[in-house]
């Protein structure tokens, strides 16, 4: 491998002058949509752990309270593992770890669908968590390499992939392993395979090109935020990826339990509102990230807490119609914001797309699952219907988007 790494480094030096290199590089779609494909396909698996958590509910006779330490497991992995790995790879590229991940992947739905015990479960989840992070660092970077400068576009192309696949998951788990039983989650082993070899397609791309595309952006980006100002953005960035995360935490784990004790639904109808919930998340990434590109990060996080925050504090009383059009709206809005973060943080700290990556969707993880472990816990408490009485206020917490330095100014 350094043997390789060492020639694609001395091949990319003697061609800095070629026109290849000096052309300006395009938006490579291929390879964004590529790599948003293998994310489709990734948080599509990774979406039917909590589309089935009512039939193991029922099966293993689980509370509320372990449910949601199953999303702690699996969340808090993934989150654990994703700086590391970003940070790692900044220095040390290893584009054959996108297909190992997704290994990783398939061996944990293998493992959910011959699980016969909690404790099985619980490994399951974990290994499940470590496919995905090995997942998302590296595939953003593929997507933000592509990009021919833009950043917010690639992004939000990619997130949309994810938000998809997080949008399908639901029904299939509905359509396949509600009616058929734990053991046929082993049909999502063939998901995982074709992932496997799109992120083979997306390796060998990166082994020929990554170098030059790299070396292209670098000439392009900023010189970042002090480190005053990077402190400050992070604070922020945390409090708002807090309350953006444990509100979808609220809906993505317990929508369903949510509908079917206020509503009377049952699971394969409750499934349809969360797919619905999550379509619109799909829908409305996408706008993000080009709307970003054009008036900025900071604009786009504004819009995205503080026009959420009244659909969201009108969702607990609303009739179940109602319940299903605030959570298409809430979906719709709220989207938008992530991408616009992983920019934003990708402006500020130039050149540590990796660890910035890891960190975000890291943060993602970790403080969906303490949320998922926490709000269960509450739930068992107070109940699910209180659960999301209170939850209905954190978008406001948006308001601290007042206290992000401003980015585009120190763009070169």
Known sequence: MSAHTTTLDASATSATPSAADQKPQGFLLPIVGGAAFA????DLIQATL??????????????FGQIGLMALVYQVTASLLQPWIG???????KPHLLPAGMVMTLIGIALLATAGSYPMLLLAAAVVGVGSATFHPEASRIARLASGGRFGTAQSTFQVGGNTGSAIGPLLAAAIIIPNGQQAAAWFMVVALVAILVLLRLTTWVRQHGQAKARNLARSHGEGLSRPQVIRAVAVICILIFAKFVYIASITNYFTFYLMQRFGLSVQHSQVF???FLAAIAAGTFFGGPVGDRIGRKAVIWISFLGVAPFALALPHATLFWTGALAVIVGLVMS????????????????????????M????????????????????MKGIVWVYGVTSFLPLLGLATALLPDTRSKKA
């Open 39 to 42: 994310h489709l396909l990734n």
């Open 50 to 63: 909590p589309s089935i958590f009512p039939l193991l509910k029922l099966n293993y006779s689980l509370s």
């Open 87 to 93: 940070l790692y790879t900044d220095k040390h590229p």
């Open 274 to 276: 969360l797919f619905m």
């Open 336 to 359: 938008s914001a992530f991408s616009a973060m992983v920019v934003y943080a990708q402006e500020a700290v130039p050149g540590r797309v990796g660890l910035i990556s890891g960190l």
């Open 361 to 380: 969707f890291g943060l993602m993880f970790g403080i969906g699952g303490i949320g998922a472990a926490g709000l269960g816990q509450l739930a068992d």
